[in-house]
């Protein structure tokens, strides 16, 4: 997974990532609200801890913007105990704070608790930037406008955002959405990958053409 710790003392973000590599998390790091949010626009993040005090743009503000450019968890770690904050914290989508001091071991659990919770619930819905993909109500929106797809154009595009990064051969996809591994209709995928792109827009540009082997959707 891949998180992002937001705090203004470099030392906690330090301890923070340090703690977040050796349970196997990705970790970048954001010293303001304003950069954090410019970083969660670019990035496709599985967490993000966030502190209140900061220049530029404070965690509250953070948050909010945040929660407007993609529904991802966000964990509040602040000096800040009182009960106002954490009731705030919470209206404004917070999903747990944790109050300074604390224990590294103890934010990990939460992270991987609040990630856990999160993925159960939303594990029908691929969000990158602004387009949103729902699996179980079978559409796609872009930047808020529902996206006419064929069929197969939508079960390719959900097959390669569920194997995102991943490279897949022809005959994968073939296998996945067609029910097929016949080496002659490897133009069926070309065909369809065209459209699809062309169907996306500016989001065609999560499909990466993989020489010599197939396609990727890029994250």
């Not at 330090?14 to 703690?19: A, G, L, N």
């Not at 509250?60 to 964990?75: E, G, H, L, R, Y």
Request: proline share 2%; glycine share 6%; net charge negative.
């Amino acid at each position: 997974m891949k998180i992002l710790i937001v705090d203004d003392e470099i030392k906690i973000r330090e301890v923070v990532s340090e703690y977040a590599a050796a349970n196997g998390y990705e970790c970048d790091q954001a010293s303001n609200g304003r950069d954090a949010v410019e970083m969660v626009q670019g990035n496709s993040y599985d967490c993000v801890v966030l502190d209140i005090m900061m220049p530029e743009l404070d965690g509250f503000s953070a948050c909010k913007k945040i929660k407007s450019i993609q529904n991802i968890p966000v964990i509040m770690l602040s000096a800040r105990q009182e009960e106002e904050d954490k009731l705030f914290s919470f209206d404004l989508g917070v999903d747990d704070y944790v109050t300074k001091p604390f224990s590294p071991k103890e934010l990990m659990a939460r992270i991987k608790a609040v990630c856990d919770r999160y993925h159960v619930h939303t594990n029908s819905q691929y969000v990158f930037e602004g387009l949103v993909i729902d699996v179980d109500g079978r559409s796609v929106t872009a930047d808020g406008q529902k996206l006419t797809l064929t069929p197969k154009e939508l079960d390719l595009l959900i097959y390669m955002a569920k194997n995102k990064n991943i490279a897949l051969d022809r005959e994968k996809l073939l296998s996945a959405v067609w029910e097929t591994d016949y080496y002659e209709d490897d133009r069926t995928i070309d065909t369809h990958i065209k459209m699809l792109r062309k169907d996306l827009g500016e989001y065609a540009k999560y499909i990466v053409t993989v020489r010599g082997v197939g396609y990727k959707f890029e994250v």
